[in-house]
């Protein structure tokens, strides 16, 4: 079954601060993966989208790692700001469909 | 611009009352989706077009029910609304089914009193 697994469930830094956030999936085969954000009642805005071959891509302060052997990959936010408190979700694609896995998102709070 | 308008982002509705959501893309995308996400949760799919082929998930209830009239504009009927039915529902777009990224609209939170 294709799972997408994030962690942690929620994570609160100081503006300013780095932070790092997990993604951990099962889908196979692998066709891509997409970090998205998603403020409080808004709808996900994609931030980075990563195939088999890149092992990273930079969005200014956001930096998407992936490791297709070990199917992980990582979202990096440097320099955090507030603007940044928002629910990040990590969206896998292939499995034969195309119909993406949504992980549950990683909620994170920004305080000044 | 504007790539996916969902109306309204708010909408309040009655247990058992119709209601109808509605979304529109300016992208020209075959296939359409719709989601159902509610707090703390991952996007649950319901629906997705595509082109005019409809395609039901396995688990998504009778009361929900959805229409295509044109490329740019789908509906998602909720025929009778129940308490567990609020929530907020997402529509997206991609190009076809070779091209994975999706593009959400802003959802539109509906409450059922």
């Known amino acids: 079954k294709n799972q997408v697994e994030q962690s942690p469930q929620s994570l609160i830094i100081l503006e300013g601060k780095n932070c790092t956030l997990q993604?951990?999936?099962?889908?196979?085969?692998?066709?891509?993966l997409r970090w998205y954000k998603q403020d409080t009642g808004r709808g996900p805005v994609s931030l980075t989208i990563m195939t088999f071959s890149e092992n990273t891509k930079s969005n200014g302060r956001y930096t998407a790692t992936l490791d297709a052997d070990t199917k992980q990959s990582s979202l990096h936010i440097t320099a955090s700001q507030l603007s940044d408190s928002a629910s990040y979700i990590c969206v896998v694609s292939g499995g034969g469909s195309y119909i993406p896995t949504f992980g549950r998102g990683t909620s994170l709070i920004v305080h000044p | 611009d504007a790539m996916v308008i969902q109306n309204p982002r708010y909408q309040v509705t009655q247990f058992g009352k119709p209601v109808t959501l509605s979304c529109s893309q300016t992208l020209n995308h075959n296939v359409m989706y719709w989601y159902q996400q509610k707090s703390s949760q991952a996007p649950k799919l319901l629906f997705h077009?595509?082109?005019?082929?409809?395609?039901n998930e396995a688990d998504t209830p009778d009361n929900f029910q959805s229409r295509r009239p044109n490329t740019s504009f789908c509906f998602l009927d909720i025929r009778s609304p129940g308490l567990g039915d609020a929530a907020m529902y997402l529509c997206a777009t991609s190009r076809d089914a070779t091209d994975y990224e999706q593009y959400f609209g802003p959802g539109t939170r509906l409450t059922v009193t």
């Open positions: 993604c951990n999936y099962t889908v196979s085969p692998f066709s891509n």
């Open positions: 077009y595509y082109d005019k082929d409809f395609n």
